[in-house]
């Protein structure tokens, strides 16, 4: 969550050797916050996947930006999607994985059950969207619960990511209600960044 492409460049490089990259994307509408653009990363090479997390006024605008940065997965908060299932076209149709993403106050009946079956991932706040070093709020965990038993009886079952919050002691509840990744801002990038990984994954673990 960055507004300076120079400080994304530096995490970027200090992510080498790692699977998957978390970028928001926030356009100043969604939240009173603004970050880069996707198309900031055309020219840069880096080795993890890049999920982009679209905050923003009709993600499915913003589809292309991500592509021509990079994306191997796109999430987009429903809040201020027209059309649900156009948005989840566009992206099959450029060839990326495909999340949608709920707001901590939104209700998980919003997600449009024609394309869940479609989804790769749901992303469940914790916070409210669009601002990092918030703390976790509680009412994510049955919204997770819930879109866990839901997938249950899907034969191609979404994942669920958990965003916002999340610290040693609160990645145990998330994992213990369904939740199959988190997303982690700052904090994760304080002292050794692959350290941290690892301590939050044997917290995690240690959870199942």
Known sequence: ????????EEKLKRCEGLERVHIDIVDGVFAKNKTIDPSALANLEFEPKLDFHLMVKEPLNWVEKCVVGGADRIIG???????????VGKVQEIGASIGLAVDLKTDIRKLDPVVLTNLD?????????????????????????????????????YRICDDGGITLNRIDDARSAGVDEVAIGRRIFKGNLKENIKMFQRAAYLSK
């Open 77 to 87: 908060q429903i809040e201020y999607m027209r059309d649900q299932v156009e948005f």
């Open 121 to 157: 991932v749901v992303l469940v706040m914790s916070v409210a969207a669009g601002f990092g070093g918030q703390k976790f709020d509680e009412r994510a965990l049955n919204k997770i619960k819930r879109l866990d038993e839901i997938r249950a009886r899907d034969d191609t079952p």
């Open 1 to 8: 969550l960055t507004n300076d492409p120079k400080e994304l």
